[in-house]
């Protein structure tokens, strides 16, 4: 787990998953291999792309974030998370969740 607590939440600090050919592939692989802090089945929806932000992994020179409402059984309410499907980064599981 991060011990950043803005790791994920924010548009400043996204969770990078890497592999502009690939990318929406990564980011439903990254959100299914995390659980709730006990092992919980999680459940997302993409909520849309925001967030422009310049990077030479993509090949247009410049990306957007994607945003997913995050929660797990359980859970009373969702969060937002925000991936990066252009850079990469070392993965870790926001504050709140696990990596299976």
Do not use: H, Q
């Amino acid at each position: 787990m991060s011990s950043d607590e803005t790791y994920g939440y924010t548009e400043k600090n996204p969770v990078k998953v890497g592999g502009a050919t690939n990318g929406p592939s990564n980011e439903r692989k990254y959100l299914n291999s995390l659980t709730g802090p006990n092992g919980e089945a999680v459940s997302f929806v993409r909520n849309g792309s925001c967030c422009a932000f310049s990077t030479k992994n993509s090949p247009f020179g410049g990306g957007l974030l994607d945003m997913y409402s995050v929660t797990y059984e359980g859970k009373k309410d969702t969060v937002t998370l925000y991936l990066n499907m252009y850079d990469k980064g070392k993965l870790k599981a926001p504050a709140g969740f696990k990596i299976k």
